[in-house]
């Protein structure tokens, strides 16, 4: 197995995987999206509320705010050693006081005064919602770790997808040369240069096939590589993307070790 980094960024990263099974590229899809927990907004207690918004909806925004997370110094509360009663190794209490002294006010993400200065909102400028004169909101919120397998709020990705490596060829002995192909490619993959043709870029192909569609001379295929894939992977801050593939592979391979123990007890 093989991994080439094409793009790497903080919150993104661009990558093949090539020399894997569909099976294990799949696989390390779903560990990223629904296993790798991060932080959010689990639980509010809202003490007062006289905006015309409902609390269920203040609390379903709250929920969707991403929030930085720390998974050294937390654990899921069901693994926790309180037993899920809540301390202060799985939960983290934010609040959020405020009372409107303009006509309109928006409250934003960066007003959530959170117990630990490392568990705080990814993007400071998220609208929460907007306050008339003399409204209040004034709630306590209670964040926990949790996985996108019980709720798409703890996804660490925005973004997980791949697709398989593309191949596009030429039959040079039916080929004109006629630029059809060129001119549809959405992707400008296909080039004519001093009577050559070829694809460039090709990892960036979308598969579309308007290229083979558009010629009449059967001379240009698009097909896939079999055991090759394009990662694209996108974290919404909660965890660099770095943390979101180690962590989605040790999870991967405490969940391998664990089926062998179960195999092996048979
Ligand atoms: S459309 Fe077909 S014949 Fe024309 S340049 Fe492309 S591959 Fe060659
Ligand atoms: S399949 Fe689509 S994107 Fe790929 S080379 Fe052909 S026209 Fe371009
Ligand atoms: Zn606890």
């Known amino acids: 197995m093989e991994v080439k980094i094409l793009d790497y960024r903080d919150k993104y990263v661009k990558f093949i995987l090539s020399d894997a099974s569909p099976t294990f590229a799949n696989t390390l899809r779903r560990m990223m999206m629904s296993e790798v927990p991060t932080m959010a907004i689990d639980e509010v207690i809202m003490i007062e ?3 015309p918004l409902y609390d269920e909806i203040v609390a379903h925004r709250l929920g969707l705010i991403p929030l930085k997370t720390d998974l050294d110094s937390f654990v899921r509360p069901e693994l926790c050693t309180c037993g899920g ?6 939960e983290v209490s934010i609040t959020l006081e405020k009372s409107g002294t303009q006509d ?4 934003y993400s960066n007003e959530l005064i959170s117990q630990d200065p490392k568990i705080i909102p990814v993007y400071p400028n998220i609208p929460i919602l907007k306050l008339a004169k003399d409204q209040k909101i004034f709630l306590e919120a209670i964040a926990r770790l949790g996985r996108g397998l ?11 997808s791949y697709k398989y490596y593309p191949v596009v060829n030429f039959n040079l002995d039916n080929c004109t040369y006629c630029g059809d192909c060129v001119e549809v490619c959405p992707r400008d993959i296909i080039k004519i240069e001093d009577d050559e043709i070829k694809a460039v870029n090709v990892e960036n192909c979308s598969l579309c096939n308007q290229c083979v569609d558009t010629c009449e001379l059967d001379a240009v295929s698009v097909s896939t590589k079999p055991n090759e894939f394009i990662f694209k992977v ?3 801050g909660a965890l660099s993307v770095k943390r979101i593939l180690t962590e989605s592979l040790k999870l991967l391979k405490d969940k391998s070790e664990e089926f062998k123990t179960l195999i092996d007890e048979f």
Do not use: L, Y
């Open 49 to 51: 509320n006289t905006t």
């Open 85 to 90: 009663q809540g301390c202060t190794s799985c």
């Open 104 to 107: 309109v006010e928006v409250v």
């Open 150 to 160: 019980d709720h798409a709020k703890w996804q660490p990705v925005s973004t997980v």
């Open 234 to 236: 996108e974290s919404t």
